[in-house]
């Protein structure tokens, strides 16, 4: 997204400092404010403790507050990356996300051997990295995608009687939302193994016992069909190639399915 010079996220600007509990006060004059709904001019914003504690038009000045001129920028609320595949310089990538205004990215794929780095980041909470979650690793077959050749030791399931304990090893490793992945290749002209419906089906119920949303990879209509229908809360790709028999749009919300489009990628 290209942003207008005139347009700046200030709010980012200042987020390292403000986050700390002995920072002074801060007050952002006359600045135009996007709070995720509306849009409203010649605003000021006082920031205390790391928390906005104040929004109008000519706020009286406070002891020792720091003050910051809006005008001619405008502040919006931290933006949200919604699949990414953390690297293992996580840490940058973290920086960087706070540098681009994204303040939390949902990793959409870890391996166990990553999670503990990006479990201790997550709960540092620490105010120059994007807050973090992730999916952990992702339920598929043997010899589905992503496993290796030889499979690699990863966790794999095949059977709906495996679902509970396949949902309870990844939340015990730190997953914060359950992914599947069905994807038989296909779109690329070749054939893999890929979870039936049944097991797809379970694995929402045993997420969901445990309080957790599932996520699903899908890359053809036919998969997205299936995942919605399996009941999973959200898609973690938008489909392409052959088109969905009707209007996928309003299927999904009759659902009450979201879509992570990916269009970029795709």
């Known amino acids: 997204m290209r942003i207008p010079s005139a347009v700046m996220l200030i709010a980012f600007a200042v987020s390292v400092s403000c986050f700390a509990q002995s920072a002074p006060p801060q007050l952002i004059r006359d600045v135009r404010v996007f709070d995720g709904e509306a849009v409203h001019d010649h605003e000021d914003v006082l920031i205390q403790d790391g928390r906005i504690s104040a929004l109008g038009q000519h706020l009286p000045p406070i002891l020792g507050e720091i003050v910051i001129s809006g005008s001619g920028r405008m502040l919006l609320p ?34 166990p051997d990553k999670l503990l780095t ?48 396949f949902v309870d090893a990844r939340i015990a490793e730190g997953s914060d939302y359950i992914k599947v992945i069905l994807d038989d290749f296909s779109e690329f002209h070749r054939q893999i193994p890929t979870l039936d419906d049944q097991t797809v089906r379970a694995i929402v119920v045993a997420a969901h ?12 209509a036919k998969y997205a069909q299936e995942a919605i229908e399996a009941g999973v809360d959200g ?9 969905f028999k009707g209007d996928f749009g309003a299927f999904a919300a009759q659902h009450h399915v979201f879509v992570i489009p990916t269009l970029s990628v795709i």
């Open 118 to 165: 990006l479990k201790a980041l997550e709960k540092s909470d620490a105010p120059n990295l994007s807050d973090l979650r992730t999916a952990g690793m992702g339920a598929t077959v043997p010899g589905g995608h992503p496993t290796p050749p030889g499979g690699g030791g990863l966790p794999t399931l095949s059977r709906p009687e495996e679902a509970q304990a």
């Open 78 to 111: 931290g933006l949200i990356d919604a699949h990414v595949h953390i690297p293992k310089e996580a840490t940058i990538a973290l920086q960087q996300g706070i540098d681009l205004g994204v303040t939390t990215q949902l990793d959409m794929y870890s391996s």
């Open 209 to 220: 016992r445990r309080g957790r949303l599932v996520v699903s990879h899908v890359l053809t």
């Open 235 to 243: 898609l973690a790709h938008m489909y392409e190639g052959e088109d």
